[in-house]
């Protein structure tokens, strides 16, 4: 390389760096920018075991500098990228807006108060993806509470509890607090007693159809002027367990004639016969209503803003009556509609996908057909992807719908560089990206996928196509191809056509058998002869693909045996995979009682399909 040329990668690579840095928030790293960097310059190419060495301390140079430093710099050399990058930020802001009268409170603190009665499903990932950002934007402070005060309804599920964490670790944000209310029940029992003693809760006995009716009318029960000493005594007899299901609750005083029913002496406590599943609550009979435990710890734990639903507008000014008794100033409220999610056949419940799985349809709450995050998560998508696109949803009170294909685009910018490519060639019908198989399928012995003879006596021996095709410092991937290849069906070329064998060079069809042409290049760029991917037909790896589709069966690249559970893989023409598990070794493992019950043969490595 000559010095005019290194002065040239210099400069390009301090304004890569400088770009990074910025749009990342974070130190450069030589890794980074190598894509980017050769990709926009292939003239670097042919110099790539050079290029790290020139590239690393500029990186060093820039990762020493802040950011007003950095932005000066970039500036300079290259102000368009600068102008970029602020359309960008005003674009999140746009977003997600100011939160309101956020300067008028010394920190700012939001909760995510989730029900745990099963791991989340993608529209829950909505609420910790904003207050996690929220909390970044004011540094602020995140609470986790659940909000499992009813044992019997929404029945928490105690996996649940460190499923939800798992989940909110997995989404890049770590909890400044957490909390259970079944934690807090004697809490909520010394406020409800105080709410007593201000005349604003009173005890009825009113059989419930019966109080519906008269709430319908505006008409006060009987109970609602009892005095305070006899209300505190039936309260305690509630705490106490001498009541069972129905026969009495506490009832909120407050306005009868409301033009709202639903706000009309509402009830705040209950009595529920079913023991918590937590043995540290298993003894409480009296349990709050969401309203009352909520709006009580919001207070007791400092909350400034809340969002929820537009929906539970009615929550708000039922719980305002709780805190005029008691002189609290009400948090700041903002409401969004509800996200739906495309893609999926299953419905985006918790207790569906509990059903589904009870009835043996879905493999799990990992099951790539599951609208999970635990599924999404096994496919490979990083918790980052999810964040910005729920992100970028915003706080419209409108119901949003929340495309699939902006989640992968942002998985993709993410992994990209990374991410190593790899042959599959499906068995399967391959009429979708990823395959459109529903349930479970078998390998068919005579499918989709083509076994060809390759003859030639001047052939390679292997073809030897990039490990990625931005990062030639990688390597070339060595996949020998024998006597014969697989071929998918659409892309066999008819009798006397030639076809491009990635990484291997150009072959003609003679009447089923692949005759070697050549290497040369300009067959593909100006006689358009097609470029496909390929296999060895007798030493490659059986793949079983898991998608939100189905199983898709296939054959991968004798090299994809050296990958590892959790390593990402392009299949270049069909999409990401993460590699899940090698059924064999689970049989091994299986034999000592360790293995996991899912899908796969024997001699299957399993993969679960993230996207295109």
């Not at 309260?235 to 407050?254: H, I, K, Q, S």
């Not at 004639?257 to 023991?275: G, S």
């Not at 068919?444 to 196509?465: F, S, Y």
Request: proline content about 7%; glycine content about 8%; some cysteine.
């Amino acid at each position: 390389m000559d010095e005019e040329l290194r002065e040239r990668v210099r400069a390009e690579a301090e304004t890569a760096a400088l770009f990074n840095a910025l749009k990342h928030g974070s130190d450069p790293e030589v890794g980074a920018i190598m894509g980017p960097l050769m990709g926009e310059n292939p003239e670097f190419r042919e110099h790539g075991d050079q290029i790290p060495g020139v590239v690393a301390p500029v990186v060093q140079e820039v990762a020493g500098m802040d950011e007003q430093e950095r932005r000066e710099r970039l500036s300079e050399l290259a102000p368009e990228l600068v102008e970029e990058l602020e359309a960008e930020d005003e674009a999140d802001e746009r977003a997600l807006p100011d939160l309101p009268n956020a300067d008028e409170y010394d920190e700012i603190r939001m909760r995510a108060a989730p029900n745990p009665n099963g791991p989340w499903h993608l529209g829950h990932a909505r609420m910790p993806s904003v207050i996690g950002t929220y909390k970044q934007r004011y540094d602020g402070h995140f609470i986790v509470r659940f909000d499992d005060t009813d044992p019997e309804t929404k029945r928490p599920d105690l996996d649940a509890y460190d499923a939800i964490l798992d989940d909110v670790d997995y989404l890049g944000f770590e909890p400044d607090e957490v909390l259970r209310a079944s934690d807090r029940v004697e809490t909520y029992y010394d406020y409800a007693r105080d709410l007593i003693d201000e005349g604003g809760a009173y005890t009825c006995s009113c059989p419930a159809e019966q109080f519906r009716e008269l709430k319908a009318d505006g008409e006060p029960c009987p109970h609602r002027d009892k005095d305070a000493e006899t209300v505190r005594a039936e309260f305690e007899e509630m705490v106490d367990g001498e009541y069972d299901a129905g026969e009495m609750v506490l009832r909120v005083r407050t306005d009868i004639t409301h033009k709202n029913p639903a706000l009309r002496d509402f009830v705040a406590f209950r009595v529920v016969d079913t023991p918590h599943p937590r043995e540290e609550a298993a003894d409480y009979r009296a349990w709050p209503m969401l309203d009352f435990q909520s709006g009580v710890d919001d207070h007791l734990t400092g909350v400034t803003h809340i969002i929820r639903g537009i929906d539970l507008q009615d929550s708000a000014k039922r719980q305002r009556f709780v805190y005029d008794y008691f002189g609290w100033e009400y948090p700041e409220v903002l409401h969004w509609g509800h996200v739906q999610v495309d893609e999926y056949d299953v419905k985006l419940s918790t207790s569906t996908i509990k059903e589904r799985i009870d009835a043996g349809d879905l493999t799990g709450w990992d099951d790539p057909r599951a609208p999970t995050l635990k599924s999404v998560r096994r496919r490979g998508i990083r918790g980052q992807a999810i964040v910005d696109a729920m992100v970028e949803l915003g706080l419209s009170t409108s119901d949003v719908d929340l495309a699939m294909s902006s989640v992968y685009a942002n998985n993709r910018d993410l992994v990209d560089e990374e991410t190593d490519r790899s042959f599959l060639v499906r068995d399967t019908d391959v009429s979708a990206p990823g395959g459109d198989v529903a349930g479970e399928v078998e390998r068919a012995p005579d499918g989709p996928a083509q076994r060809l003879a390759v003859a030639g006596d001047d052939r390679p021996d292997a073809g030897h196509p990039p490990v990625h095709p931005n990062h030639e410092e990688r390597g070339d991937r060595d996949i020998p191809v024998g006597d014969a290849v697989l071929l998918e069906a659409g892309d066999v070329p008819a009798h006397g056509d030639r076809v491009w064998l990635k990484g291997y060079g150009c072959l003609r069809n003679d009447d089923g058998t692949l005759r070697w042409v050549g290497t040369d290049i300009e067959m593909v760029r100006e006689e358009d002869v097609p470029v496909v991917h390929w296999v060895p037909a007798d030493d490659n790896v059986p793949v079983r693909m898991r998608t939100v589709h189905g199983d898709v069966l296939g054959y991968a690249e004798p090299g994809f045996a050296d990958y590892e559970p959790d390593d990402l893989v392009q299949f270049e023409r069909v999409g990401f995979v993460r590699y899940d598990r090698d059924t064999a070794a689970d049989a091994d493992a299986d034999a000592d009682g360790d293995a996991e019950a899912d899908t796969g043969a024997a001699d299957e490595t399993v993969v679960y399909y993230a996207h295109p």
